[in-house]
Every structure is written in C-alpha cells, then in structure tokens.
C-alpha cells in the first residue's frame, strides 16, 4: 500500500520515486568548434515515434557539454552494453579524461564515437527546448550502426546492472 | 566493431538500436472530463532535474488517452516494480479493461492510483510540447508516495525483466 511519505519536499519526492525507476544508460558526443570531443553519460535518453523516427533527452543548461551541444548540428547517441559499464563511468567523470583512451574515433559528421558500444544513432539537431535551467533536446535519426550484441546497460538504485539472465 | 548496417533506413535505425536500449515502466493516469479514469504504460519516463523538480515523458497525439491528458491539470506517474508486470501488460492492452480490477481508487486530485506500485508522484501539468505528431510532456512533481520496496520493472528488447540480482 502506499504511504503518505512524500509530501514534505515534491524534490524529494521526485529523487525517492525516480531512485525505485530503471533507465537506459547512453553515451552523447558532439564535437566542439575547435574540433575537440565533447560526451557525457545520460540516463533520460528515449524515443519520441519511429515516423518520422526522432529521439530526446534531457541535459542541464548548466552541464560542461553544453555550450557545444547547443552550438552543434549533429549528435551521436550511443547504446550501451554490459561492457560498457567503465565507459559509462567515465564518460559521467572527470571531463578531461573522457577521451584520453584508443575507445573512440572520429566518424559520420566528424562526431567522436565510441566503437564497443552495442548501437549508435547519428541525429540531426531539431531542437533544444528549454524549461528552466535545463533543456528538453529533439533530434532526427538520420542512420545508425549496430554493434555487437550485449546485455544493456541499465541504472537503479544509484548503481549500475544488467537486466536479468530470464524475462518475466 | 560498428557495422554500417542501419543506414538504410533511419526509422529502422532508430527501432533497431532502441531494442537494445532498457527503459523503465510506468503508469501514467488521469480523470477525463466525464469523471472517466484513463491510464496507459509509458517506457519515456524520466526526470528533468530537481530544482525545481520536473518530470517529462513522450506521448503520440493519435493515442486513445491524448484527449484526456491534454485537457487536465494533473496527472498521476506510477513507478512500476516486478509485481506490477500484470499491472504493465494490462495498461497496454484494450483501454476498456484497464480499470476492471479493484487495484486503484480515486485520490489526490481527483486522481486514478494504482495502490501496490512502488512509488506514485502527483504532477501539475506545464506543457504539452508538440513535435510532429507526437507530444514532450513536462510537468512539475506536487508530491508523492512511497511504496512497498520491490525490483524494477523494465523493459528490453521487447520484453519485460527485473534487473539482476547484483549490481555490476
């Protein structure tokens, strides 16, 4: 049964429920205008339709990505794998060491992407639509490149796992 | 390696690399005008930060709940563990059968709850933001409840599982 538990602070309301949610786990990358790769680890990456086949996610206004995501024409979003659990840690690090290891090369629309992951999608900026100190970015698939096949990534809890072994 | 095999087509692009994609489930409810409960699964969940706390997810303008949650002023989000894989199915499932059971009641504002999920967040709807056919849906967290503690549920390469036991 549910408790009335949540009602002093709708924040914390918000970080308990979403602490009991499960998400995706993504690795975003742009390219900056002085031609240096920018990423970082997302967990709010989704589809909006497959027709025409768009996607969003959410970032801070305030992240270090953004004054290049903001300032690009092309993303790639990158699915990840079990064996990307490092990569996931790294790329939500320090950001002077994303890119500083032989994972990644420059590809499609001059966009760093990581080559061990299980997909990734190249997507044309549509829009960033802001709420707040945050925005709401909508993007184009334009292609996409299959890598080899792995359990997904996922977050809860505040840690990282695999689905399980079996489906329910 | 990355294989060059999703330039076909963007649509299938997005399709196929979304399968491997995990995503958590939800319940999203609301009362329609004719004092109605009206609810569907959502796997588009997500939080768009805490401060102020904001929750967005997607939504197609063709669904059958579209009339309702587009002319309300707020909606209830269900976090959804494994006891709830019923709870998942029957919400995607034929609309008409969704509040056959004795498993919800009418509460804050007016609104449809489901009670054995593991966390329930009352919303204030901000915006429907259009992008095609389909809608972002933003809206501020109000409050909330907790409750019984339970695994996950999530849903990957078109099934539905827990996370594993351990985390990585």
Same sequence: chains 1, 2.
Avoid: C
């Amino acid at each position: 049964m549910l408790e009335d538990n949540l009602n002093k602070d709708p924040s914390d309301a918000l970080k308990a429920a979403f602490r009991r949610h499960a998400s995706g786990v993504a690795v975003i990358t742009a390219t900056a205008q002085d031609g240096s790769p920018v990423g970082f680890t997302a967990t709010s990456m989704t589809s909006l339709g497959s027709n025409p086949p768009l996607v969003t996610f959410n970032v801070s206004r305030g992240s270090s990505a953004w004054p290049t995501i903001s300032n690009t024409t092309h993303l790639a979003l990158h699915m990840l794998g079990a064996g990307n659990y490092g990569l996931a840690q790294k790329m939500a690090e320090d950001r002077t060491k994303r890119f500083l290891d032989s994972d990644w090369e420059f590809s499609e629309f001059g966009l760093p992407v990581f080559k061990d992951v299980t997909a990734v999608l190249f997507v044309k900026v549509r829009e960033f639509h802001h709420v707040e100190q945050n925005a709401v970015f909508i993007g184009d698939v334009v292609s996409g490149k299959l890598g080899a096949e792995d359990k997904a990534l996922l977050y809860n809890q505040r840690a990282y796992f695999t689905p399980a072994d079996t489906a329910l």
